[in-house]
């Protein structure tokens, strides 16, 4: 079983309407840490955020949102009002420490597409 | 501060022909990862280091062999490369906290590699 899923294989908007990028993670670790990355189409991978397991206040950025739900394993990311500068492929990431493992996991990604 | 480097960004090999990626990171982190991503794959982990002298095995490490002689560099090579090795390769480091639980990881800009 996939531990960070990623339903959304694809989004496509239109400018100024608001997104979410969805991210069910699975562990059973009480410490763990879960991220986003964007990948634009020149192709560097930048971080975005961290949210560590015992913090579940929302964050906002600007435009940028993300919400944390422990109760079902979700870290969403909602952008507002996207831009077409937004268009990247975004993943989700878990770090985690079950089962001797510490490298993230990584989920296989949402292609947002933002249309003038 | 340079972050985490690659070098060559392109590369075209003939089958047979062997590379060594070189990748570097001025942060100080202990852990480094070698990735692959091919369309609609995602980013698959080839091999990783906790730390300088150590490596180990992830997803998909069969055709490359990897070392940590120093902690800031990672080096990743094809000892007889293959088609099936035409990807886009990036490396990454991060730290950890004291469960050892990686933070967010850096990625350098990665290297497009195709053999023919």
């Known amino acids: 079983a996939q531990k960070v899923t990623q339903a959304q294989t694809e989004i496509s908007v239109v400018e100024k309407e608001d997104v979410t990028l969805d991210c069910v993670y699975e562990t059973r670790d009480t410490t763990y840490y879960l991220f986003w990355y964007k990948q634009p189409p020149s192709g560097e991978l930048v971080f975005l955020i961290r949210r560590n397991s015992f913090d579940e206040q929302n964050e906002i950025s600007g435009r940028y949102s993300w919400n944390f739900q422990k109760s079902t394993s979700s870290f969403n990311f909602t952008i507002t009002a996207s831009q077409v500068v937004d268009s990247a492929v975004y993943f989700c990431?878990?770090?985690?420490?079950?089962?001797?493992?510490?490298?993230?996991?990584f989920g296989r990604g949402t292609s947002l597409i933002v249309h003038p | 501060n340079a972050g985490v480097t690659q070098t060559p960004k392109f590369r075209v090999l003939k089958t047979g022909q062997s590379m060594t990626l070189l990748c570097a990171q001025d942060m100080n982190h202990e852990y480094m990862y070698w990735y692959r991503q091919d369309p609609g794959m995602g980013l698959r982990l080839i091999h990783y280091s906790v730390g300088e002298g150590t490596t180990a095995k992830g997803e998909v490490p069969d055709g490359y062999n990897v070392s940590r002689l120093k902690k800031q560099n990672f080096l990743l090579g094809l000892e007889s490369a293959a088609p099936s090795q035409t990807s886009v390769y990036f490396c990454?480091?991060?730290?950890?906290?004291?469960?050892?639980?990686?933070?967010?990881?850096?990625f350098g800009p990665g290297t497009r590699l195709t053999v023919t």
């Open positions: 990431a878990l770090s985690e420490a079950e089962g001797g493992s510490y490298i993230p996991t």
């Open positions: 990454a480091s991060s730290r950890t906290d004291l469960g050892r639980r990686t933070y967010e990881q850096y």
